[in-house]
């Protein structure tokens, strides 16, 4: 080990270095470590040596945009389907809480044969599930009146990780969950001790209690230790921090259900319970702050939707006139981002390009008037409108902005 | 020979098939103890509302003093949720407007949720600080302003549920 890190210094010592900063060794040493300069040759100087973590390139920077009450994925700097772990969205409402995997437990009860509390430990020993799905809050639309926002300000409140956990239904059956039980309470242990009622079929079907994202364990923004899981629902009925179940015959109306995560629709009914999260797409590449060049463009982005698979993805180029297939990358999974691409050669006009998802339900991914014809001008959440991009004769790309009233 | 292809095939599916037991027995039985230690969940029944009551004036002292700060004197001023609706539920209605604020007045379905969520919840930069009184007191006051009860109504686990709340007709389950 001593003749390792003098071997680091050496080796360090004599390189040039444009940038020196300090870090951890593996030994707990503070020592130097080299950020080569663009302009030297990599092939002629030894680089840094075996970490215990990997890091970015210096060269790459993606970054959430946050609020005091949410982040924002940057879905145009993203490749693939997954969202790495620290880019993934947050939304909560009031604060990441601090919890020791020691001491945490999760309770289950009410109308079940056997009470239990569970360890994480408990958790962990049940049989293990993985799967990937997106994870979307249901407020995920900006109504944006400008032409230079991203698709991060614009949809930035989804996020795709793999998740590993026990099914829900694993464990309502460890704890004999009551025939005549309906709906169960889904509790957080964050300041706000989030709640939400969730139908039990919904527990019985996909759900999952997860403790693991993207092969490491769930990260604190996330619900570290284990959280809720309801594949293609909106985002809050996932309830990260999870401490407690309570399994009832009726939904215990909470603040979340009722005054927040419900939308006014037409004749002045408000609907409630609107947990899945329908289809949409949306283009990360060409968009706002990109300038392209004439000739062959890769138009990319990604489609999903809480009901099933990505059937197909459509594109226009001439500002929704003709519709063509995009390609999808396989595997297409199960309410999962999906990644779409389509080869166009522009021929230096002035266009708009959008994209619009259809999934295996046969949904058609829809404009935002028709969003508000159906529902209203008071409406809110769950907006899934088709997003459409202007490319500008000089190659700037802009957001198409929609007239909301 | 039959037989014993028989038997192979018999043992190949006897160890490929997983065993599964109808209980794991993981985790340890909850006490009833701490069962009853956790606050409960309020639905709109009133089911598991605390002993104790509160009544307007003591609500409107106790809002002045850990409320008013982030919701405004009188509830409607902010700067964060507006609580007391300037309008009744019968106003222009939600979908025709996009400027009409929603509050417990005119869009909250079940007075029983704001007992729920202020217990659980609030003051935001103290949850879980206040007694059930204060709750029950708070929750009170923000029940008058929005004229939903008289000055002199007194809330309790018995009277809290009877709370007619306008919305209430206007919710609608979503078909998802």
């Known amino acids: 080990m001593q003749e390792q890190l003098s071997r680091r210094k050496l080796l360090l010592g004599g390189a040039m270095t444009a940038a020196v900063v300090l870090v951890k060794s593996a030994f707990g040493k503070m020592v130097q470590t080299g950020i080569p300069a663009s302009t030297m040759d990599p092939t002629k100087v030894q680089g840094p040596l075996p970490g215990p973590l990997g890091s970015r390139s210096p060269f790459e920077q993606p970054q959430r945009k946050f609020s005091l009450t949410s982040s924002q994925t940057p879905l145009q700097d993203l490749f693939g389907t997954i969202t790495p772990s620290d880019l993934h969205f947050e939304r909560h409402h009031a604060g990441v809480p601090a919890i020791d995997p020691n001491t945490y437990e999760l309770m289950i009860h009410g109308m079940v044969e056997r009470p239990t509390i569970f360890s994480l430990h408990d958790l962990k020993r049940f049989p293990a599930v993985t799967r990937t799905c997106f994870i979307e809050c249901s407020g995920n639309f900006r109504k944006p009146d400008k032409e230079t926002i991203t698709p991060q300000e614009i949809c930035g409140l989804t996020s795709q990780s793999e998740w590993t956990g026990v099914m829900l239904s694993t464990i309502f059956r460890e704890v004999g969950i009551a025939p005549k039980a309906t709906w169960f309470l889904a509790e957080g242990g964050d300041a706000a001790m989030m709640t939400r009622s969730i139908p039990v079929s919904k527990g019985l079907d996909d759900a999952m209690i997860v403790y693991a994202q993207n092969g490491e364990a769930i990260r604190p923004q996330q619900g570290y230790p284990a959280r809720l899981l309801l594949p293609g629902w909106e985002g809050n009925t996932s309830i990260k921090w999870l401490r407690r179940i309570e399994v009832a015959d009726a939904p215990f109306m909470t603040r979340e259900e009722t005054s927040k995560y419900t939308e006014p629709v037409k004749d002045g009914k408000i609907r409630q319970f609107s947990f899945t999260m329908d289809a949409r797409s949306v283009i990360t590449y060409p968009a706002y702050p990109v300038q392209v060049e004439k000739g062959w463009i890769e138009i990319q982005g990604i489609a999903w939707s809480g009901h099933g698979k990505i059937a197909k993805v459509e594109i226009s180029t001439d500002g929704g006139k003709h519709w063509y297939p995009a390609r999808l990358q396989e595997p297409v999974f199960d309410k999962a981002h999906t990644r779409f691409r389509y080869l166009w050669q522009w021929n230096g006009q002035s266009t708009e390009i959008m994209s619009r998802a259809i999934d295996d339900t046969g949904y058609i991914q829809p404009f935002l008037k028709q969003i508000i014809a159906d529902r209203g001008i008071g409406t809110g959440y769950h907006l899934n409108p088709v997003t459409s991009w202007q490319i500008r004769r000089d190659g700037q790309v802009l957001y198409q902005p929609e007239k909301w009233i | ?176």
Not at chain 2, 15 to 23: A, F, I, L, W
Not at chain 2, 137 to 152: F, G, K, M, V
Not at chain 2, 156 to 170: D, E, F, W
């Open chain 2, 1 to 176: 020979m039959f037989k014993h292809i028989l038997y192979c095939c018999v043992l190949i599916i006897a160890c490929h098939s997983e065993n599964k037991p109808d209980h794991f027995g993981f985790g340890r039985a909850a006490t009833q103890q701490e069962i009853a230690a956790v606050p409960a969940a309020i639905p709109p029944d009133g089911t598991g509302l605390p002993p104790g009551q509160g009544t307007v004036s003591e609500g409107s002292v106790c809002y002045a003093a850990k409320c008013a700060s982030c919701h405004g004197n009188t509830g409607t001023e902010g700067p964060f949720n507006v609580l007391v609706a300037p309008d009744t539920a019968n106003a222009i209605p939600f979908d025709q407007t996009v400027f009409r604020v929603k509050a417990i007045g005119n869009y909250w379905p079940y007075a029983t949720t704001v007992f729920d969520y202020i217990r659980r919840a609030m003051p935001f930069n103290a949850p879980g600080s206040l007694t059930d009184q204060e709750v029950y007191s708070i929750t009170a006051w923000l029940l008058y302003r929005n004229q939903l009860i008289n000055e002199n109504f007194v809330i309790n686990a018995h009277t809290l549920p009877t709370v007619v709340m306008p919305a209430r007709s206007k919710y609608v389950v979503s078909d998802n």
